[in-house]
């Protein structure tokens, strides 16, 4: 990890240097070794590696350098055993991150940073889906979480709404104390929460767990960066798990670059009716492997055999006994239709609705309709 403040000055302005990205950057490192080699060279030797303009760029500092330094700097020295920024090349850096084609140069860190080094891709698997899932898709997202951290995987996601919330939720339940729960990759600086809605949960994760930013402190939620930063998703995991997507959904993209990065895809089938499985159904279609239970997930992956978290059995309820929940099948569905199958009066089909609703076993959704739940 970075020992000085000098040190971190030189990897910041790097950063910071206009025109300069990662690819460029690691192309100055290989020719020149670590940063502060770099300002020394001539106009000359730098054109050997970059552009006329680059070069140009690099022989001055970069607005707002020195002054995101010592806010950085401090931002370090105020919680030393929670906070860390590693390095290219640094011992603690993810290996799994050093396998994929675009390694960032600098990484982030809040939570448990003693085990930064220790992350492989074979102890963690991405979980991501829709920001607006279904009730459905939202447990079965806590329960997969749930079920894969307690056989001991980390469950990586983005810290964004809907099923990456319910991934962060349900590993955090599973886990066992001193067990890296989950790691959130988020596309802010790490001076920030973004949604602020997951304040809380971002503090949970600190406690079990890592935030990891590839972007400088003060960097707001900008469009561009919530796609780029799916790659490091992806590519600190095993595999990838898409929960519930449609299709033009950015989880998409953390599937593709999965695949790109040799990584294996999962997807849960959902109905054929529902927009938010059309994502999944395709990537199934394109070779992704159907999953529908956990334990589905650990076969594929091989992972040392581990009894799945079990759970407690539903509670016995007047409706179940009559029917109900087989008549309403999986798929949404409306009262009047609902009435139409079972015949019963509204009084008692509502009144049965509301039993079912308390006991966790449906869910109301917008537009007056009625899902089953069923845990995975």
């Not at 906070?83 to 390694?103: E, K, W």
């Not at 980390?154 to 599973?174: C, F, K, N, P, R």
């Not at 998409?252 to 895809?265: F, P, Y």
Request: aromatic share 4%; net charge negative; glycine share 8%.
């Amino acid at each position: 990890m970075l020992a000085s403040q000098q040190e971190l000055g030189h990897w910041l302005r790097l950063t910071l240097t206009p025109g300069i990205g990662n690819e460029t950057a690691r192309r100055l490192l290989s020719a020149f070794g670590p940063p502060e080699n770099i300002w020394h060279q001539p106009l000359a030797e730098l054109r050997q590696v970059v552009s006329a303009a680059q070069s140009q760029a690099l022989q001055r500092e970069p607005e707002g350098w020195v002054t995101l330094l010592e806010a950085t700097w401090q931002w370090l020295q105020d919680k030393p055993a929670e906070r860390a920024i590693v390095t290219l090349g640094d011992s603690d850096y993810p290996a799994a991150l050093l396998d994929t084609a675009d390694p960032p140069l600098l990484i982030y860190a809040i939570g448990q940073i003693a085990h930064l080094s220790q992350l492989r891709t074979h102890h963690a698997i991405a979980m991501v889906g829709s920001r607006n899932p279904t009730p459905q898709g939202s447990l079965n997202a806590r329960e997969f979480a749930r079920s894969m951290a307690a056989c001991g995987l980390t469950v990586v996601s983005g810290l964004a709404l809907g099923i990456d919330g319910a991934a962060h939720e349900g590993a955090l339940q599973g886990a066992e104390p001193g067990q890296l729960a989950t790691i959130a990759v988020v596309g802010t600086g790490l001076d920030r929460v973004y949604p602020k809605q997951h304040l809380a949960l971002a503090h949970s994760i600190a406690a079990q767990g890592l935030i990891l930013s590839e972007y400088p402190l003060g960097t707001p939620p900008l469009n561009a960066n919530f796609p780029k930063r799916n790659r490091l998703i992806s590519g600190l995991s095993q595999a990838t798990l898409v929960v519930e997507a449609a299709l033009k959904s950015g989880s998409l993209i953390t599937a593709k670059q999965a695949l790109e990065q040799g990584r294996d895809v999962f997807a849960i089938p959902g109905s054929i009716h529902s927009p938010l499985s059309k994502g999944c159904h395709a990537l199934i279609k394109q070779g992704a492997k159907l999953v529908e239970s956990a334990q589905d997930v650990l076969e594929e992956l091989r992972w040392p055999d581990a009894p799945v978290q079990s759970h407690e059995d539903q509670p016995e309820t007047a409706a179940a006994d009559t029917g109900l929940l087989a008549q309403m099948g999986h798929d949404p569905i409306g009262l009047d239709a609902l009435q139409a199958r079972c015949g019963l009066e509204t009084a008692q089909l509502q009144a049965q609705l509301l039993e079912l609703e308390l006991a966790g076993q449906l869910a109301r959704l917008p537009g007056g309709l009625f899902q089953r739940l069923v845990r995975a």
